[in-house]
C-alpha cells in the first residue's frame, strides 16, 4: 500500500495496546481473542471496512480440512499434520458457529452439508481414495460411488457437517462481538519497530502499539517485503442468479479437485464460482479486482453443462482476492527481526475452514509465544 504526503497531512499520533490489521473474517477473530479471552485493548483498522475484501466476496462455504484430497494431503504433509489440520478446520466452524449463535446480527446459516463431486472417472478415483482415507481416521463422511445429482458427475463424498453462511454478515458480527474499535478507510504503508514498540504509519494515524497482528491475507506482499514469494495474491471470481422457484441441490457443492463450487443462496438464488484453474496466467498473482471475460464466460458454460434447468438471468458478477500460501497451509508467526509484530495469513481460499482456530493460535503465539502447530512458519525451520 501507498499513501502520499497529501494523504497523511492531517496524520495523528495514537497509542494503541494490540493493533489488528485486517478486518475481514480472521482479524475479527483475532480481535475477539485478543481482547475477550488476553483482555488486550485492541484497536482493528483496515484499508476499506470490515467484510470488503475476500471475507465478503467468497461463497460462504464452511467446509472441512484442507484445499486438497485427503490422502494427498497425508502424502504431502504427512499423516500427523493431516489430521490436524483437519482438527484445525473443526475448531474454526465449531468457532463461527458460536459467534452466529450468539450474535445481535441476524447471521444466515444453512447447516446444510456439503457434496464433493467428480467431474472425470480419474478424479472420481482420487474421491475414492480420499473417501477410504476419510473413513480409516474415523471423519464423518457419506461415499457415493455414483452421481448423487443425477447432472453428468461421476462421484461424490458428502460431508454432513459442513454448512453455507453468509459471509459478509458473519464478518461484521465478529467485529461487533469482538468489543474492539474498528477504525476503517486507513491504510497501512509502513511498520517500524524500536525495543517494545511497534510504529504502524497509516493514512490516518501514526500508531504506538505494544503489539500489531497482520491479517492481511493477499495484501500481505504489500506490507511487508517478507511475504513476497510466500503468500501470493490469487483472483476468484462468481456469478449469481435471479432468484428460482425451486433450489437445484440441497448442499453446498463443489468439484473439479475443489476448483469449481455452486451452492443455493439465502433469498433462492443460485451461485456459481470458479474457473480459473483454466486461466491460471491471468488469475494467479493479481491483485486487481475485475471481471475476466474468460472466466466468466467459462462459468456460463458450466452452469449450461451440469445445471441446464437454471434458467434465471445472471443478476450480478463479481471477483475476489485470495491469499495462497506457498506451501499450500496457512502462515502464523511473526516476522523476522519483529518480534512483536505478528501475522496469521494464506488461507489459499479456504479462510473459512480454517481462519478463526488460526487466528487464535496467532493470538497466543505473539502474546505467549506459543507453537502454532501445523500452521506455524517454524515449519520451514
Not at 127 to 155: F, Q, T
Request: with cysteine; aromatic share 10%.
Amino acid at each position: 500500500m501507498t499513501v502520499s504526503h497529501w494523504q497523511r497531512a492531517q496524520q495523528q499520533e495514537r497509542e494503541v495496546d494490540f493493533l489488528v490489521v485486517g478486518a475481514g473474517l480472521v482479524g475479527g477473530a483475532a480481535a475477539f481473542f485478543a481482547k475477550q479471552a488476553h483482555g488486550r485493548d485492541v484497536v482493528v483498522t483496515d484499508a476499506r471496512d470490515a467484510g470488503l475484501g475476500a471475507s465478503g466476496r467468497n461463497a460462504g462455504f464452511m467446509i472441512s480440512g484442507l484445499d486438497t484430497f485427503y490422502h494427498r494431503a497425508i502424502e504431502r504433509y504427512g499423516h500427523s499434520v493431516a489430521r490436524e489440520m483437519w482438527a484445525l478446520s473443526a475448531r474454526s466452524m465449531d468457532l463461527w458457529r458460536r459467534f452466529v449463535h450468539s450474535s445481535d446480527f441476524a447471521v444466515p446459516l444453512d447447516e446444510c452439508g456439503s457434496l464433493l463431486l467428480a467431474e472425470s472417472p480419474e478424479e472420481a478415483k482420487e474421491l475414492e481414495c480420499a473417501a477410504r482415507a476419510l473413513d480409516k481416521d474415523g471423519i464423518d463422511i457419506n461415499y457415493h460411488s455414483r452421481d448423487p445429482l443425477g447432472r453428468g458427475y461421476h462421484a461424490g463424498i458428502e460431508q454432513p457437517l459442513d454448512a453455507g453462511v453468509q459471509p459478509y454478515l458473519l464478518t461484521r458480527s465478529i467485529m461487533a462481538q469482538s468489543g474492539a474499535e474498528l477504525i476503517a478507510n486507513n491504510e497501512v504503508y509502513a511498520i517500524e519497530c524500536a525495543g517494545e514498540r511497534v510504529t504502524i504509519y497509516t493514512r490516518r494515524y501514526r500508531f504506538l502499539a505494544q503489539y500489531v497482528l497482520l491479517c492481511t491475507n493477499a495484501w500481505s506482499p504489500q506490507i511487508d517485503p517478507w511475504f513476497r514469494g510466500k503468500v501470493l495474491p490469487t483472483r476468484a471470481q462468481c456469478l449469481v442468479t435471479e432468484p428460482l422457484e425451486k433450489p437445484p441441490l440441497p448442499w453446498c457443492g463443489y468439484s473439479d479437485y475443489g476448483y469449481m463450487y455452486y451452492r443455493s443462496t439465502f433469498d433462492g438464488r443460485f451461485l456459481l464460482g470458479g474457473g480459473r484453474k483454466h486461466f491460471r496466467s491471468e488469475e494467479n498473482n493479481t491483485s486487481e479486482d475485475r471481471l475476466n471475460p474468460n472466466v466468466q464466460a467459462y462459468l456460463d458454460s458450466y452452469l449450461k453443462k451440469y445445471f441446464p434447468d437454471v434458467t434465471a438471468p445472471v443478476a450480478q458478477r463479481w471477483s475476489g482476492i485470495m491469499g495462497f500460501s506457498c506451501d499450500g497451509l496457512p502462515l502464523v508467526g511473526t516476522l523476522p527481526g519483529k518480534p512483536r509484530v505478528g501475522f496469521a495469513v494464506g488461507f489459499s481460499g479456504h479462510g473459512l475452514a480454517l481462519g478463526a482456530a488460526s487466528a487464535e493460535r496467532a493470538v497466543d503465539k505473539l502474546l505467549h509465544g506459543a507453537s502454532a502447530g501445523a500452521v506455524d512458519v517454524m515449519r520451514w525451520g
